[in-house]
């Protein structure tokens, strides 16, 4: 299930304390990673370099700052497809996104289809978050339904799956979101080009070292964002 050239496009920013351990799991379905690093102080990038130097299969693209999230996937992206990869993987880098759910995401893509893994349809489920932000989240995706008439029940997981075919349909490149806000860009672009979009359940851990990258500059976006879209429609 795993001939077809995938790569796993992961964003980091001070992710040293997991990465090598993620990177090491990931390697064990013979697929291709690319780090999308922003110049990290904790040297993530170095760390990469220096574990997994001699594997053709571990590629580490460093920007010079931070320069959001959004960002590192249209950069990782183009990367991916100048290098040929057929299928695109979004994946966090603190184990908050399992390797066994990225197994069944493969199992469900085809090259007209955007597979989102989903927290929020029957077996999937978040674990470790408060209530404020679970219920946050909740609403943020029952907003976006409410507004687009969208059946994607997930709009803001950033765990998925792109064709190749899919983010030249998409025009990602042409995207300005960061955030919650890129995915929710993204997902309703795909849904306005007729894509197939499946969820598929997922286990959302929160993460157990480091800290967290969510707050509320990246809610307000989001916010902002369908706000916006809502004037526009």
Do not use: C
Not at 113 to 123: A, D, E, N, Q, T
Not at 164 to 169: C, D, M, R, S
Not at 176 to 186: A, C, D, L, R
């Amino acid at each position: 299930m795993f001939m077809d050239k995938l790569l796993v496009v992961i964003p980091t920013y001070n992710e040293k304390e997991n990465i090598v351990k993620l990177i090491s799991e990931i390697l064990k379905l013979k697929l291709s990673i690319l780090i999308v690093d922003d110049n990290s102080p904790d040297q993530t990038a170095d760390t990469v370099n220096n574990f997994f130097k001699n594997n053709k299969n571990v590629n580490v693209l460093k920007r010079k700052q931070k320069l959001g999230l959004g960002s590192a996937y249209r950069d990782g992206f183009n990367w991916g497809i100048k290098n040929n990869f057929n299928y695109l993987v979004e994946m966090d880098a603190d184990f908050s996104h399992q390797v066994n759910d990225l197994k069944k995401m493969i199992e469900n893509k085809s090259e007209n289809r955007l597979v989102i893994g989903s927290r929020y349809i029957p077996g999937g489920e978040i674990v470790g978050w408060s209530k404020r932000r679970e219920l946050l989240s909740k609403f943020a995706n029952k907003f976006v339904k409410f507004l687009t008439s969208s059946k994607v029940n997930d709009s803001t997981s950033g765990f998925r799956i792109y064709s190749k075919q899919v983010l030249e349909k998409i025009d990602y490149s042409k995207t300005t979101s960061n955030g919650y806000s890129f995915q929710i860009e993204m997902t309703l672009i795909a849904v306005d080009k007729g894509v197939d979009v499946i969820e598929v359940p997922i286990t959302f851990l929160e993460r157990a070292i480091g800290k967290s990258k969510m707050n509320y500059k990246i809610i307000l976006e989001a916010l902002k964002y369908l706000i916006v879209l809502k004037f526009k429609k």
